[in-house]
């Protein structure tokens, strides 16, 4: 082979790992991917390694710890859970071993991973300023009902208690609904969209299904399931949705949010989901739903009862949005 081919054939090489570094394939070269149950997964040592953590796995738990200067994250092998700075953060796809070696889809580092590790630039001038709070249900529809309190009402207290924070740290708010009223599902994000809104936070209450005191307890915080993707709690996977623009940016503000509230919060954390929501589905704006613990858990209730704990849930959501808009802006 004469030099000028080889020299040729050495500048394909560089730049075809050039395009496998440069998109948004997170940074696997294809050797390192393998089909398990007909989906791309990634060998997610290398990529660790790829991505300059130090990683540590356990082949007896199942866990595989990642770490360097700024970042933990904490995988378990046969579960679609990874905590992320001690946050938790559920996959689409259960963390699949094979030959002793643990493997991630690609579609979680493409969708969820990577734009929690390294968010992308926004455009120059995105502001984001005006936020939409939408307190879930009202009127004919209380909610989740534990022993006469209604659902409605603490969405409505905790819906004003949070506007009255985001406008003293210069935000403009817009709340869906400022009564006792019914609302249709699909009205809130129309009023949101109409009166162009930044961003949109659906605020709820959880129950386990009126089957009296329940163990479940915790925090949970959904932005839309991905176009034909798994949803974690709520609603099947569908098409394409207008909600679904904003895939990147609703996960990221999924997470600012709670884990702002897990963290300043006694909450169990039972992490960041995906549903489709009519309310996440139809927002044209980064829409967050967030469930502030469990009306049928006595601990949880005391704490949604509590004027004082709802102003620290207040709190910690202005905090999270504040993360949020900093990381929106930057460009
Ligand atoms: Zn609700």
């Known amino acids: ?14 730049f075809g790992l050039g395009l496998g ?12 991917l393998v089909r398990i149950k007909g989906r791309l997964h990634a060998d997610l040592g290398l990529w660790g390694a790829r991505n300059g953590l130090r990683g540590r796995w356990n082949p007896t ?11 933990n994250l904490l995988f378990k092998a046969d579960t679609a859970r990874v905590e992320l700075d001690g946050v938790l953060v559920w996959l689409e796809f259960p963390i699949a071993v094979e030959r002793g070696r643990p493997y991630v ?20 001038g995105r502001k984001i300023r005006r936020v939409a709070l939408s307190a879930g249900h009202g009127g004919k529809d209380p909610g989740n009902m ?13 819906a004003k208690e949070l506007a009255a924070r985001l406008r003293a740290a210069g935000f403009e708010v817009i709340l869906v609904r400022d009564e006792d009223e ?11 969209n109409r009166l162009k809104a930044d961003l949109y936070l659906s605020l709820h209450f959880n129950g386990a299904g009126g089957r009296g005191s329940t163990t479940a307890n915790g925090l949970e915080t959904f932005s839309l399931t991905l176009p034909g993707g798994r949803s974690t709690g709520g609603g099947n996977s569908t098409g394409v949705q207008p909600g679904n623009r904003f895939d990147k940016e609703n996960l990221m503000l999924a997470y600012q949010v709670h884990r702002s509230l897990v963290q300043a919060l006694d909450f169990a ?15 044209r704006m980064p ?44 460009n």
Not at 21 to 32: P, Y
Not at 63 to 69: H, K, Q
Not at 272 to 279: D, G, L, P, S, V
Request: aromatic letters at 6%; charged letters at 35%.
């Open 21 to 32: 570094l440069g998109t948004g394939r997170a940074q696997s070269s294809r050797r390192d």
């Open 146 to 158: 534990e022993g006469g309190r209604q659902e409605k009402h603490y969405t409505l207290k905790l």
């Open 105 to 124: 889809s690609q579609r979680d580092l493409d969708m969820t991973l990577m734009p929690l590790l390294k968010p992308a630039k926004s455009t120059p």
């Open 182 to 192: 019914y609302i249709e599902l699909d009205d809130r994000p129309a009023k949101a």
């Open 1 to 14: 082979m004469s030099r000028r081919v080889l020299g040729w054939i050495c500048v394909l090489l560089w």
């Open 287 to 330: 829409a967050i739903l967030i469930e502030g613990g469990f009306m049928d858990h006595s601990e949880d209730l005391k704490r949604i009862m509590s004027d004082r704990e709802r102003a620290k849930m207040a709190d910690a959501i202005v905090d999270g949005v504040r993360a949020f808009k900093r990381l929106a802006e930057r």
């Open 269 to 283: 954390d039972r992490g960041i989901k995906r549903a489709n929501f009519a309310e996440l589905r139809d927002a």
């Open 61 to 71: 738990s199942g866990e595989l710890r990642f770490s360097n200067r700024w970042i």
